[in-house]
């Protein structure tokens, strides 16, 4: 976890990523000259596809799902 991110719950199916891991997304994402990276990637390219079909639905799922995250009550 980064400060920023720290204090965050989110749900399991966006589970936090380390800075590491989106580091080395990055960097494979610009070797392969890739228009866009996706971390963690198929959660997030379902949620791309989701919203490509309907940005309101898209919406929706956000919102069920809780993808916006939520302070820690600690």
């Given at each position: 976890d980064t400060p920023m991110i720290g204090d965050l719950d989110v749900p399991v199916v966006s589970a936090k990523v380390s800075s590491e891991a989106v580091a080395r997304a990055v960097l494979r994402g610009i070797r392969r000259r890739s228009a866009e990276v996706l971390v963690p990637y198929w959660s997030s390219?379902?949620?791309?596809?989701?919203?490509?079909?309907?940005?309101?639905?898209?919406?929706?799922?956000?919102?069920?799902?809780?993808?916006?995250?939520s302070k820690s009550k600690t």
């Open positions: 390219k379902a949620l791309v596809l989701v919203s490509a079909v309907s940005a309101k639905l898209g919406d929706w799922c956000i919102r069920i799902l809780g993808l916006e995250g």
